[in-house]
């Protein structure tokens, strides 16, 4: 869908319903070239399967999904060389989030407190954007880890002097994993 056509269209989106049908729209859209393309590579003109194939390789992240879906469906060959694609284009995608996240553990900037959903009487500390994008970046890394383990240890990271919590995100920032996966030698 072309930007004029987003904006357009996204005018007309009022409510959440609304919002999720316009989201899933547009990822049906941003999908079905791939999905185009993965049909053709598994078409009967060579010619055009293997203009698919690379095509697909140059698709990244969007190609992932409609790559990982179709899988299933394939010879063992193609099915190795789908995933293989989808790998690399998932793990290329995670090496620009952690850039995102690596510039971002520089900013000091504070934000403004979260809404509280109830009076409480301890009031929560006050946040940075670095202390954001440590928790962003324990999630990267420590990827698969059960959800009430992560929300304790982001609570308590939260919650150290701001002091050690920079201590904390130097530490995590010198590790051999987050330095790998910034560098982009991270394998999944």
């Not at 930007?3 to 959440?16: D, P």
């Not at 793990?91 to 407190?113: G, I, Y």
């Amino acid at each position: 869908m072309r930007a004029s056509r987003v904006r357009a269209r996204f005018a007309q989106v009022t409510g959440e319903e609304s919002e999720t049908a316009f989201a899933e729209e547009l990822l049906e859209e941003a999908r079905i070239s791939a999905r185009t393309l993965v049909d053709l590579w598994h078409g009967p003109d060579e010619d055009l399967a293997d203009r698919a194939l690379r095509i697909l390789v140059d698709l990244e992240e969007l190609a992932v999904i409609p790559l990982a879906e179709r899988a299933v469906e394939f010879e063992p060959t193609d099915r190795v060389e789908a995933l293989q694609i989808a790998i690399e284009a998932e793990v290329a995608l995670r090496q620009r989030v952690a850039a995102a996240l690596e510039a971002m553990l520089d900013d000091l900037r504070p934000l403004p407190p979260r809404p509280r959903l109830a009076p409480t009487e301890v009031r929560p500390p006050p946040r940075r954007v670095c202390d954001e994008a440590y928790l962003q970046m324990r999630r990267l890394v420590h990827y698969g880890e059960d959800e009430l383990e992560a929300m304790v240890a982001g609570d308590a990271f939260l919650n150290l002097p701001e002091d050690q919590r920079d201590a904390a995100i130097a530490r995590a920032r010198r590790s051999e994993t987050w330095n790998r996966l910034v560098l982009g030698e991270l394998e999944p």
